[in-house]
């Protein structure tokens, strides 16, 4: 963590500190803020979710599972931003036979972000977001609706989230997946924003399989906090499951044996560096 860190915040202090970002206090979710024309900012996002998968025997056994990504952001207009993703799902060891993938796959995605009226203009600030994503398990379309309030010093967030997968390029049959989130965070001071988050996961597949484990509504909460240098930022969350809470407490015998891709916790942190 150190030889991460400390060469980007190295990196932050020689950049001018005129750049404008649009730092994400709320790791799941993105805001109603858009990058100024002509800005770019870089964005690495690092998840970690112990997990428990398959061993070559079948016996259920603890996995560290974790999951990469890196955004380039442009300020296309005052009100249009493009986004460039790279991701990187490390593959786990043969000695595992079964280790399900978690929300990213290693692959690219491109979307837009726009945002309507200036802040404050509207009851709640609005913003729309479409993504495209390809990667080694599939191919989707992504859509977000931002919803933005700010009171005061509190701001309160909210992506009304879906997702349309297709597991095969002759998209007859695929998956809907809904990740709507919701989150507040407070600014203490300019530098320091804490705040909280909920998350959900589920998925709905075409041909309508036993709902496992995997598929099933999961509900995350959990606390949050951003240091907001800004042209460089920090946000952190850790969230803990509060659905199906007594899953895998008993390994092979809830739910059957399995191997699972959302752990008791998951903790996401993301880095952000504007120029």
């Not at 109603?32 to 997990?51: A, F, R, W």
């Not at 992504?142 to 933005?148: A, M, R, V």
């Not at 909210?158 to 507040?184: C, H, I, M, S």
């Not at 969230?239 to 044996?257: A, Q």
């Amino acid at each position: 963590m150190k030889r991460f860190i400390l060469p980007v915040a190295a990196l932050a202090v020689l950049v001018p500190a005129t750049a404008r970002a649009t730092p994400q206090p709320l790791p799941f979710s993105y805001v109603y803020e858009t990058l100024p024309k002509g800005s770019l900012e870089v964005e690495q996002y690092v998840d970690y979710d112990p997990i428990k998968v398959l061993d070559q025997s079948g016996n259920r056994i603890g996995y560290a599972a974790t999951q990469f990504q890196t955004e380039f952001e442009y300020g296309l207009t005052d009100h249009l931003e493009l986004g460039l993703y790279a991701t990187i799902a490390p593959s786990a060891p043969q000695t595992y036979a079964d280790v399900p993938p978690l929300t990213e796959g290693t692959g690219v995605k491109e979307r837009l972000r726009y945002r309507f009226a200036e802040e404050g203009e509207w009851p709640v600030d609005l913003g729309l977001y479409l993504e495209l994503v390809q990667n080694e398990h599939e191919v989707e379309v992504e859509g977000k609706i931002l919803l933005q309030r700010r009171i005061g010093d509190l701001r309160l967030v909210a992506n009304l989230w879906a997702e349309r997968e297709y597991e095969n390029l002759d998209f007859k049959q695929g998956d809907w997946v809904v990740n709507p989130t919701l989150g507040a965070t407070y600014q203490v001071t300019p530098l320091f924003h804490p705040g909280v988050e909920s998350w959900l996961h589920a998925e709905f597949p075409d041909s309508h399989p036993t709902a496992t484990f995997n598929l099933r509504p999961q509900v995350y909460v959990g606390p949050t906090m951003m240091f907001d240098f800004g042209n460089f930022w920090f946000s952190l969350g850790g969230y803990w499951r509060v659905t199906e809470v007594t899953h895998g407490l008993n390994d092979g015998r809830i739910g059957g044996v399995q191997a699972d891709a959302f752990g008791p916790f998951w903790l996401r942190m993301v880095v952000g560096l504007s120029f």
